[in-house]
């Protein structure tokens, strides 16, 4: 008698996070021509109703992106040296992303125009998610090297929350130059280009981690367990903390992005997205269960895998839209709804080609630039 034997096992196994990573990097074209639309006035009046847009995507997507990085470095053997080296690497990434897409065209603008290279090369200091990934991973190498459990990680970035929340109403006062003010920002909030530093940020990827020591080391049925009950628990804090904030006369909008579009977070603004966050990825676990073989699937993974060169190809171009609406002195307003359409599209499909047909050939040139190893010289045997 002929026996069958019928598995269960998933393509791909953790297709929730990695469907996420996707969604959250395909949204970013469109947040940043509308940021940088906006900071430079050249949007009209219809693309500036779209602000409220950007809100809501800046209210989930960098907490989630975070948390996606940390599930990816937990549950695995990771060293001191090997997370240091990471660091080492994204800060070297987003020294050269700045480079492009500050310095260049703020360099070209200088030459023909005359204008100013000082907040060009302020932002080329100034906090940035790959500042923030380098550094993030220079504080875990740290705290692997001190032998501190995820547990205890987790303790010490709530702890740094609360400093940083603590230091925030003083560092515009004690932090006063100019080029200091974007350097330190990486670290501690001090004004609005601040986008995510250190001490108020390193909570969402260590949860992640805490994910990831988790469910990568249980099975599929455990894992489909912890999911349902995830997608009933995560949504039942959510609600019942807005209800109390509600109560007690706090501006709910505030409090998710704490506050309105500044990228600070403190602990009610972290429960919050946490729990938002986690009803996201149960739910997508059952989203990616149902798609786990389709086209569709496929092609958030390449998505997902080179999301390094999408996210550094996107800013290039984004910046480099409006360098050539300065390089042309360009009239305010001049972006209108069409016009914004048609950028968002150009550039998102642009960077989608470029992932998908040569996404492993992309990263592979990004790793080297950032490897620091020297190349081997072939020893010829006489």
């Not at 992303?97 to 360099?107: A, D, Q, S, V």
């Not at 929350?161 to 130059?177: A, K, Q």
């Amino acid at each position: 008698m002929e026996t069958k034997t019928i598995t269960n096992e998933r393509v791909y196994r953790f297709g929730e996070f990695e469907l996420m990573k996707a969604f959250a990097i395909l949204g970013l074209p469109i947040v940043h021509l509308l940021e940088e639309g906006i900071n430079e006035n050249y949007v009209s009046a219809d693309v500036h109703k779209l602000e409220a847009f950007i809100v809501a995507l800046c209210i989930v997507g960098p907490s989630i992106f975070m948390m996606c990085m940390g599930f990816g470095i937990g549950g695995t053997r990771n060293t001191p040296r090997g997370m240091m080296k990471q660091g080492l690497r994204f800060l070297a990434l987003g020294a050269i992303l700045n480079l492009i897409r500050w310095i260049l065209p703020g360099l070209l603008l200088f030459l023909v125009h005359g204008i100013s290279m000082s907040e060009d090369i302020f932002y080329f200091f100034a906090s940035d998610i790959y500042y923030f990934v380098g550094f993030f991973y220079l504080f875990y190498a740290l705290m692997l090297k001190l032998k501190l459990t995820t547990s205890e990680i987790l303790v010490a970035t709530i702890v740094m929350l609360t400093i940083n929340t603590l230091l925030t109403p003083l560092m515009s006062d004690v932090i006063t130059n100019y080029y200091l003010i974007g350097i330190i920002g990486n670290i501690v909030y001090i004004d609005g280009t601040s986008c995510f530093p250190l001490l108020s940020w390193a909570v969402f990827p260590t949860v992640g981690i805490f994910l990831g020591d988790v469910l990568k080391k249980v099975t599929d049925e455990k894992r489909g367990v912890i999911m349902k009950r995830m997608l009933i628990f995560a949504p039942v804090i959510f609600i019942s903390y807005l209800v109390s904030l509600s109560i007690y006369g706090h501006d709910v909008m505030k409090v998710m992005v704490s506050p309105l579009n500044d990228y600070i977070t403190d602990l009610p603004n972290v429960i919050l997205m946490i729990s938002l966050a986690l009803f996201f990825f149960a739910a997508l676990y059952y989203v990616s269960n149902w798609i786990d073989e389709t086209k569709f699937m496929k092609f958030m993974m390449k998505i997902s895998t080179h999301i390094v060169p999408f996210y550094m190809l996107q800013w290039i171009l984004v910046s480099w839209v409006f360098f050539g609406m300065d390089l042309f002195e360009c009239e305010e307003g001049v972006l209108t709804l069409p016009w914004f359409i048609i950028a968002a599209v150009l550039v998102t499909g642009i960077c989608i080609y470029v992932v998908v047909k040569h996404g492993m050939k992309a990263t592979k040139f990004l790793v080297r630039m950032v490897s620091f190893r020297r190349k081997k010289r072939k020893v010829v045997q006489k």
